[in-house]
């Protein structure tokens, strides 16, 4: 792979300057082809130029883009390009060297992502494909995410990110950092939570069906869920003083060492079937945690972006509260894979050993995101998470009303809110009922309206809307909503 990249870049008028390669024989042919110099050092090639041009691609499109671009970071300081045969899939990986300081690298130092294998006296290593145009997409997504950025707010003031390529990876690098910041292993997951698939993502996750698996990390310590409508104690909520929150303190003495690495929650849990710790949740559970030395993973992956609504975070809405870690995924590129974890300087610093994804922070997902976060900050998402989503409220509340036997919760924050369905809640009987959210999708279908299952039962009704929905379109679905409970009600018995 890379070799026809050479012979074109060649063809075209560029200057191939060196070959590298770790296999030596392979540079070395290649090198005489194309009149280069052959090595198997990198730190050779950065002798030799500016720039390093790692480009593995034999894809015509991908070609064409480099070939046809004369003026781009192909061409280093010296104008030379090297080309890197040492990457064997068929992707294409640029790294810039020495680009920090001319491309405002200050603001972009606080980075650490897969996409910068390196950091040092403000230069920026990014690795990534594509080319200059990429790259000026993909700054100001890194630039958002560091130091100055806004999006950073919510951590304090500094954090840094990892690039992933989903939100089960942004989770395990959440739980080895807060393991490597604090020297210790224990961590305190949530009953209900869902953290993804991976050994490590299946036993933080709390939910059987989505166990293939025993759990593998037995250091991991489940407390109880912040579920008003089931409440693990028996009590409501106003009287119940958040037992499961205090309850942490016991969990952390009786199961672990008393030495936690930390505590990730979702502040809505959402596979569980949305569910809204109550007020006062999160700064009780926290503080307990941090009592006792461990870091607080907040899971953004559904809740992050605005969804919740007005606040970009779901955990903003618990005053007081303040992540150390935070993991992200889902929403950030409407669609395309990327995930990150973000830390606070200190924490992301004690990650000394070698970090990289080869996906993480790759061009087209950053350039997607880039623009996915420029949509949600420009057009005011959140606000319109907030507005829509109190239209939507208002409107399953009304349903709650009219559907009260089966209807027994309406929870949610923003534009994710839920239903969950019971055998009669009118009559005191909150018996999941999964068989009646598969009857009403069977209307739902009917009616031309998308909506999700969740929760642990599979009993819960989960709506979230894109967050750019319009009213409009909020009363449709409410109205095609109102129709599927109308016709499903007439067929049950
Ligand atoms: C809260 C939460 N964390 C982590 C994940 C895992 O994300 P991914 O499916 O991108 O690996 C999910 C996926 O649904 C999730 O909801």
Not at 199 to 227: C, D, E, G, M
Not at 334 to 352: E, R, S, Y
Request: charge should be neutral.
């Amino acid at each position: 792979m890379g070799a026809n990249m050479a012979r074109r870049l060649k063809d075209v008028g560029y200057t191939v300057a060196a070959v590298y390669d770790v296999r030596a024989d392979a540079a070395k042919a290649l090198a005489e082809e194309l009149g280069a110099e052959a090595t198997s050092r990198l730190s050779r090639v950065t002798e030799l130029s500016d720039v390093i041009v790692t480009v593995v691609t034999d894809d015509k499109a991908q070609l064409d883009v480099f070939t046809n671009r004369k003026d781009n970071l192909l061409i280093g300081a010296k104008g030379r390009v090297f080309v890197n045969c040492a990457t064997i899939s068929p992707k294409t990986h640029v790294a810039v060297e020495k680009l920090a300081k001319s491309a405002g690298a200050s603001s972009l130092e606080g980075c650490m992502a897969s996409s910068i294998t390196q950091a040092r006296n403000g230069t920026l290593y990014l690795m990534t494909g594509g080319d200059e145009g990429v790259y000026e997409k993909v700054k100001p997504i890194l630039s958002k995410l560091s130091d100055d950025g806004k999006l950073m707010t919510y951590i304090g003031k500094a954090g840094k990110a990892f690039f992933t390529a989903s939100g089960t990876e942004a989770d395990e690098t959440a739980v080895a950092l807060a393991q490597i910041a604090t020297g210790r292993q224990e961590i305190i997951a949530l009953r209900h939570g869902y953290s993804g698939r991976s050994l490590l993502a299946q036993s933080l996750t709390a939910h059987a069906k989505y166990r293939a698996v025993p759990t593998q990390v037995a250091a991991i310590k489940h407390a109880h869920a912040p579920y008003c409508y089931r409440c693990p104690y028996g009590a409501t909520i106003e009287h119940c003083g958040i037992r499961c929150a205090k309850d942490i303190e016991e969990l952390i003495q009786t199961t672990t060492t008393g030495q936690i690495a930390g505590f990730l929650a979702e502040p809505i849990q959402g596979v569980g079937g949305f569910i809204v710790a109550p007020d006062g949740y999160f700064k009780v559970a926290v503080d307990i945690v941090k009592r006792y030395g461990g870091l607080f993973i907040a899971d953004e992956v559904q809740t992050g972006f605005g969804r919740t609504g007005t606040k970009m975070w779901g955990i903003e809405h618990h005053e007081g509260v303040e992540p150390d870690i935070m993991t992200m995924a889902k929403g950030i590129a409407n669609g395309l894979p990327i995930g990150a974890c973000l830390a606070t300087v200190p924490v992301a610093d004690a990650w000394k050993a070698g970090n990289i994804a080869t996906f993480g922070g790759n061009p087209l997902s950053t350039a997607a995101a880039n623009a996915t976060i420029d949509v949600i900050v420009e057009e005011r998402l959140p606000e319109n998470a907030a507005h829509m989503g109190r239209a939507l409220r208002d409107g399953l509340e009304a349903l709650k009303a009219k559907y009260g036997h089966v209807i027994g919760d309406v929870r949610g924050k923003g534009l994710m809110q839920a239903l969950e369905l019971v055998k009669d809640e009118k009559a005191g009987d909150r018996t999941p009922d999964g068989g009646a959210v598969s009857r009403l999708f069977e209307e739902t279908k009917k009616q031309g309206l998308l909506i999700g299952r969740g929760g642990l039962y599979g009993n819960v009704v989960r709506i979230a809307p894109p967050l750019n929905v319009t009213r409009a379109q909020i009363d449709a679905g409410l109205a095609a909503l109102d129709a599927a409970f109308g016709a499903f009600a007439e067929t049950t018995p």
